[in-house]
């Protein structure tokens, strides 16, 4: 079965540290896609990255960036330099080939409190 | 700029009452969805839709229908609320394109409480 598991529920850092939220999926397909999206306190859901299984390669942008790992199943996210503006829930979510096509399946999001 | 819009923003409704959400896009996407969205959930799939006249359910699609006449519009309907429904709810839609899966953009939201 598909699952996104993010376990940290809430994480508090002061502005201009680094920190990394978690995600560990699972899925029977050997191709799918992950995503990452920002829901701001306004509500809204904001696209942040999308990754294919075939591409392992790390992505930056910005101050954001993107740890890939298939051998652990993990897609983790780290946001360099934090910011106030960076507080929001951030979620994972994972949608295979297979069983699921276009279908996500989101983890429970973790909630990152950006203190000035 | 295309968009994605939701409304009514907030309801409140009676529990056995008839409520249609209404989820309009102008990117012209042929896919679209809607979730809801709970604390300690993220978001569970309700029905989603590939095509005019292609409906499918989702995770948690009991007690909710939607149809599909055009590409732009999906509304969702909970034939008779309960309170197990008040919740957040959200429409995506996203590119059809063979074998990638994009990403799904979302609407602002629908705020549903009954009670």
């Known amino acids: 079965a598909q699952k996104v598991t993010q376990a940290q529920t809430e994480i508090s850092v002061v502005e201009k540290e680094d920190v990394t939220l978690d995600c560990v999926y699972e899925?029977?397909?050997?191709?799918?896609?992950l995503f990452w999206y920002k829901q701001p306190p306004s509500g809204e859901l904001v696209f942040l990255i999308r990754r294919n299984s075939f591409d392992e390669q790390n992505e930056i942008s910005g101050r954001y960036s993107w740890n890939f790992q298939k051998s652990t199943s993990s897609f983790n996210f780290t946001i360099t330099a934090s910011q106030v503006v960076d507080s929001a829930v951030y979620f994972c979510?994972?949608?295979?080939?297979?069983?699921?096509?276009?279908?996500?399946?989101f983890g429970s999001g973790t909630k990152l409190n950006v203190k000035p | 700029d295309a968009e994605i819009t939701q409304s009514p923003r907030h309801k409140i409704t009676e529990t056995g009452r008839q409520v249609t959400l209404a989820c309009h896009q102008t990117?012209?996407?042929?896919?679209m969805f809607w979730y809801r969205q709970d604390l300690g959930h993220g978001l569970r799939l309700i029905h989603y839709?590939?095509?005019?006249?292609?409906?499918n359910k989702g995770e948690v699609s009991d007690g909710y229908s939607v149809s599909r006449s055009n590409t732009e519009d999906l509304p969702l309907t909970l034939e008779s609320a309960a309170s197990s429904q008040t919740s957040v709810y959200f429409c995506?839609?996203?590119?059809?394109?063979?074998?990638?899966?994009?990403?799904?953009?979302f609407g602002p939201g629908t705020r549903l409480t009954v009670t």
């Open positions: 839709s590939y095509g005019v006249q292609d409906t």
């Open positions: 990117w012209n996407h042929n896919n």
């Open positions: 995506a839609s996203s590119v059809a394109s063979g074998s990638i899966i994009h990403e799904q953009y």
């Open positions: 979510a994972l949608s295979d080939y297979l069983y699921n096509f276009n279908k996500f399946y």
């Open positions: 899925t029977r397909d050997t191709t799918y896609y």
